[in-house]
């Protein structure tokens, strides 16, 4: 089993930053690969970043490329998500989400994963 449990959720002004940190325990979290996700109001979960055990890979959705920057810091069993430029659009509840693994090209997909946080809502005021 793997506890997940994100932070750093809030309300921010479109423009301006925020990041959002994910918390690890249980089994090993350099043996998963991680993801962020997004879940607005009516909409399907959908994907947002996703980062290799190492960190040395990553891979975004084309709507955050260039402002979101996704990192991990295995030391310290935290995956993080830095948000820059923010967007009444990117309002929604962020999940992070572990997969056991390398990072593959089904990253970008829900089912990859085994492991889920509870959420954190963000929202982005125009």
């Known amino acids: 089993q793997v506890q997940l449990v994100e932070s750093g959720g809030g309300l921010v002004q479109a423009g301006g930053p925020l990041r959002l940190s994910c918390a690890a325990s249980?089994?090993?979290?350099?043996?998963?690969?991680m993801g962020w996700f997004r879940q607005a109001p009516d909409l399907e979960r959908e994907f947002v970043a996703a980062?290799?055990?190492?960190?040395?890979?990553?891979r975004y959705a084309d709507s955050v490329k260039g402002r979101f920057t996704i990192s991990r810091d295995n030391a310290k069993n935290t995956l993080y998500l830095q948000m820059n430029l923010l967007k009444p659009e990117d309002t929604a509840v962020y999940y992070c989400a572990a997969a056991y693994g390398v990072l593959t090209p089904s990253a970008t997909t829900a089912r990859r994963y085994d492991y889920w946080g509870q959420g954190t809502q963000v929202t982005v005021s125009s």
């Open positions: 249980g089994r090993t979290f350099s043996s998963y690969a």
């Open positions: 980062i290799s055990v190492s960190g040395g890979s990553t």
